[in-house]
């Protein structure tokens, strides 16, 4: 009973106080902190350890692989060679430093401190995602944290199991390489082993629970595996922190093949929920390790200024490492030219946000707990580690928002975002229609064939109107639509407090307009837009677009630039206009009654028509159906 109340108290704790940050705009995870760090001195509350087993086999697997089936594999592979420099060679380089640093300063064995620079050595996955999208980075920048952070935890607890074994005895490079090797292709091999196993078993599953409840038990079907196994006469296992990654990257990539629409979509809430919980509770637990940490250094015979003199110089270390390894990381590789054209160099600004990005989180307070309880200073490690834990957090995790308005490094743009989006919806419906057309001898009549191909329009036009400035149609449809439920379902709920109707039917009911009211949530969440009245950047333009769209032509002189000249002339009304490129001709768009642009170009054939509303720079061409 005690330990369920524990729980409880912990999880409303954690919930509070992560939905109050959130409604005054702060960082949970720093709040949680600093309300852990007063929990663990209350009397009432029992100490509670966060041991490597708790977190190694039941945090870190879950949140691994969470965050692993929501990165893009495409964007991962993209950035390969960042991700690979920061995850494995930036941890083994601050791994060497804070190593010799340890050294100097404690005059402990280099095995031992080096043994903590592996500990102190990898950013924290759960930190870098909640900071870095609350800010709003680059979506590069966010996929090259989020990889890091997905990789380094093997690399570090690889290179922080060789020192604790050269603590016990000596270690000889075969045996580091080996261990290294066995970690890294073995951890790879068990992910895809798993990865395939269960895509395979969730192809052939068809009740939506069955196939969740699978994806929950996944991050430890793959974990633990990698962790058991042993090959005789090689050092090492496979990682499991990596066949969880693994495992989890090939699954999100697969999973429209191999899941139903409704299965993602549990999926998803699922795992939203349960990282929620977790995460929250790893960053109470974070702080509230504190007290236990500090009761332990007393009995230390090192003094009080050297104890803290290290902790100071290993958390500076940690920053000034990063930043020494990231700059060289970033531009040597550039000096090769066939690098350089298919990678330009980032702008030094972008170069300062990774490097400030650096915050320590869970891993590396669960991994100083492995050290042997006869290491040397084993107490003043821990304290170094908690020091570097929360002093990375709470200072680079304050600063972070700062550092990014101060560089003006610009976050994503949702114009850019529905530009892209629009155009990807625009090929998507095309498809559907193409299907719809080719198959005509199907048993479906003219009124059922003229709807569908209505409502696929209709959709695409919405992405369309969200590049506008007014209020779309779109947006009126969702704000009335949205009334509409309230008075439906009260309606309802009096039919079902009166009685006489089956609860079953009453239900199915409930649940349509529920599933119809989450729709109209995630496009009333659309149609908010960004407030930077910047020109749109390109997008497929910039991947080469068509002919029409690299013509590069300046935009011609409107002919009516008070509105679409047929509107005007027939006193209709227009949503957004649009300008041709060839002749200036101003019309409106397909979600305008007259859908005048589309129909100058039946007559004309004039290619590409730009969008004439105010602060948008986007054209989109006739021909080839692309967005530029």
Avoid at 1 to 20: K, R, W
Avoid at 71 to 91: C, E, H, M, Q, W
Avoid at 458 to 469: I, K, P, V, Y
Avoid at 549 to 563: A, F, H, K, N, S
Wanted: hydrophobic residues 50%; aromatic residues 6%; charged residues 20%.
């Amino acid at each position: 009973m005690d330990i369920a109340l524990t729980i409880l108290i912990l999880a409303v704790i954690a919930v509070a106080f992560s939905a109050v940050a959130g409604r005054f705009g702060l960082s949970a995870p720093l709040v949680l902190i600093v309300v852990g760090i007063a929990v663990s001195y209350l009397p009432y509350l029992p100490e509670i350890e966060l041991t490597p087993e708790l977190v190694l086999v039941g945090f870190l697997p879950p949140l691994l692989y969470s965050a692993a089936i929501r990165t893009s594999l495409i964007d991962f592979s993209s950035n390969k060679r960042p991700i690979a420099l920061l995850s494995i060679g930036l941890v083994i380089f601050t791994t060497a430093g804070i190593g010799l640093l340890v050294w100097a300063m404690l005059g402990v064995p280099l095995a031992v401190g080096l043994a903590l620079g592996a500990v102190v050595a990898p950013p924290d996955a759960v930190a870098a995602t909640a900071i870095a999208r609350r800010i709003g980075l680059p979506r590069r920048v966010v996929t090259i944290l989020e990889g890091e952070s997905l990789v380094n935890d093997a690399t570090a607890i690889v290179t922080l199991r060789t020192a604790i074994a050269a603590i016990a005895g000596t270690v000889s490079i075969w045996e580091v390489g080996a261990s290294f090797a066995m970690s890294a292709v073995g951890g790879v091999a068990v992910g895809l082993l798993v990865a395939v196993v269960i895509g395979q078993v969730r192809k052939h599953i068809e009740d939506d629970i069955t196939d969740v409840a699978v994806s929950l038990l996944t991050p430890w079907l793959a974990y633990l595996p990698a962790e058991e196994i042993r090959i005789p006469g090689v050092e090492g296992h496979p990682s499991g922190v990596l066949a969880v990654v693994v495992a989890g990257l090939i699954l999100g990539h697969k999973s429209p093949l191999i899941q139903s629409g409704t299965s993602r979509l549990f999926e998803r809430t699922n795992w939203s929920t349960i990282s929620f919980v977790l995460e929250n509770a790893v960053f109470l637990l974070i702080g509230m390790q504190i007290r236990s940490i500090l009761i332990d250094v007393r009995d230390s015979e090192l003094s009080v200024p050297l104890i803290a003199a290290t902790c100071a110089a290993t958390l500076v270390g940690v920053i000034v490492l990063r930043f020494i390894w990231i700059f060289p990381a970033t531009y040597l590789p550039r000096l090769i030219p066939s690098v350089q054209r298919v990678d330009p160099a980032p702008s030094w600004r972008v170069v300062v946000i990774i490097g400030w990005a650096g915050m320590r989180g869970v891993v590396t307070l669960a991994a100083v707990f492995l050290l042997p309880r006869d290491t040397p200073q084993r107490e003043v490690l821990v304290l170094i580690a908690f020091v570097v834990t929360v002093g990375t957090l709470l200072l680079q995790g304050l600063t972070l928002p700062w550092l990014v308005r101060t560089l003006k490094v610009p976050g994503p743009d949702r114009h850019e975002d529905h530009l892209q989006e629009a155009g990807v919806y625009q090929s998507v419906t095309d498809a559907g229609i193409r299907y719809l057309d080719e198959h005509e001898d199907r048993a479906v009549s003219d009124s059922v064939r003229q709807r569908l191909r209505d409502r696929a329009l209709d959709r695409t036009n919405s992405l369309w109107e969200r590049l506008g400035r007014s209020e779309t149609p779109t947006a009126q449809y969702t704000r009335t639509r949205a009334e509409m439920l309230k008075a439906e379902r009260r309606e309802l709920l009096r039919i079902r407090d009166a009685g006489g109707v089956d609860h079953t039917v009453l239900t199915r009911i409930m649940n349509a307009l529920d599933l119809e009211e989450s729709i109209l949530d995630r496009a009333a969440e659309d149609e908010t837009t960004s407030e930077r009245e910047t020109d749109l950047r390109p997008t497929l333009l910039a991947q080469g677009g068509c002919e029409h769209l690299r013509d590069g032509r300046p935009v011609p002189d409107p002919i009516t630039p008070d509105g679409c000249e047929e509107c005007l002339r027939d006193g209709t009304e227009w949503v957004h206009l649009r300008i041709c490129m060839s002749c200036g001709h101003v019309g409106c768009c397909d979600s305008s009654p007259g859908q005048h642009a589309a129909a100058h170009f039946d007559e004309t054939a004039h290619p590409v028509m730009r969008s004439f509303e105010p602060g948008e720079a986007w054209r989109w061409c006739f021909v080839d159906q692309l967005t530029g």
